[in-house]
Structure formats: structure tokens, C-alpha cells
């Protein structure tokens, strides 16, 4: 059993940084890819990036490529999501996931494990 606990949300202004943290309770965390998804007020909860086990491998939502940054420390168990020029459009709850397949996935549907979410709010 995985638990994922996410840390860094707030409120930040439109074109501000976060930088969002995902620690992982299990030693075989190092093993599996994970994602970031984030459900905004009203909408479906969508893709927002993906690495691979290694960290050798990235996939990003065309909404944010170019301006996050996915990346991960085995050591510490975390994954991270850095957040640059951010758009008062990814006001949402950001989620990590990590999945027990090993390649890359967009889909809620692929992922085993799910955090309980934190808040990002981006003022214009």
C-alpha cells in the first residue's frame, strides 16, 4: 500500500511559481510512475504531468508544457510539480498518483494510488 500526502498549494498571483510536493510512505515508491492531475471548480479532474520511475521520462498536457516542470528524489521519496508563469486557469485541486504499470499514462483510470489533493488558487 502506497500513501501520498501533497504539499505546497496556495494562492499565488497570475504569472507567480509554486512548486508542489508529493512524499510517498512506501520504500518501493522509487518503482512506480507518477502523475499530477488537477480538478478544477465544476470540470473533470485532467492530466498534468507524468514521469517515469527513473525520472528519465516526462510527459506534459499541452496546457502546461513549457512552463511546469515535473521531476522526482528517490532519495526523499517525493515527486515534485514546479508551477512558473502560472495562469489564473490552473486554479484547481492538484492531485499525485502513482501507478503500478511501468510507462507513462494520462488517464485517472491507469493510476493505482491517489493523494488527497491541495489547493492552488492563482489570482489575476
Known amino acids: 500500500q502506497v500513501q501520498l500526502v501533497e504539499s505546497g498549494g496556495g494562492l499565488v498571483q497570475a504569472g507567480g511559481s509554486l512548486r508542489l510536493s508529493c512524499a510517498a510512505s512506501?520504500?518501493?515508491?522509487?518503482?512506480?510512475?507518477m502523475g499530477w492531475f488537477r480538478q478544477a471548480p465544476g470540470k473533470e479532474c485532467e492530466f498534468v504531468a507524468a514521469i517515469t520511475w527513473s525520472g528519465g521520462s516526462t510527459l506534459y498536457s499541452d496546457s502546461v508544457k513549457g512552463r511546469f516542470t515535473i521531476f522526482r528524489v528517490s532519495a526523499k521519496n517525493t515527486v515534485y510539480l514546479q508551477m512558473n508563469s502560472m495562469k489564473p486557469e490552473g486554479t484547481a485541486v492538484y492531485y499525485c498518483?502513482?501507478?503500478?504499470?511501468?510507462?507513462?499514462?494520462?488517464?485517472?483510470?491507469?493510476?493505482?494510488?491517489w493523494g488527497q489533493g491541495t489547493q492552488v488558487t492563482i489570482s489575476s
Open positions: 498518483a502513482a501507478r503500478t504499470t511501468q510507462s507513462l499514462a494520462v488517464t485517472l483510470e491507469d493510476y493505482r494510488y
Open positions: 512506501a520504500r518501493t515508491f522509487s518503482s512506480y510512475p
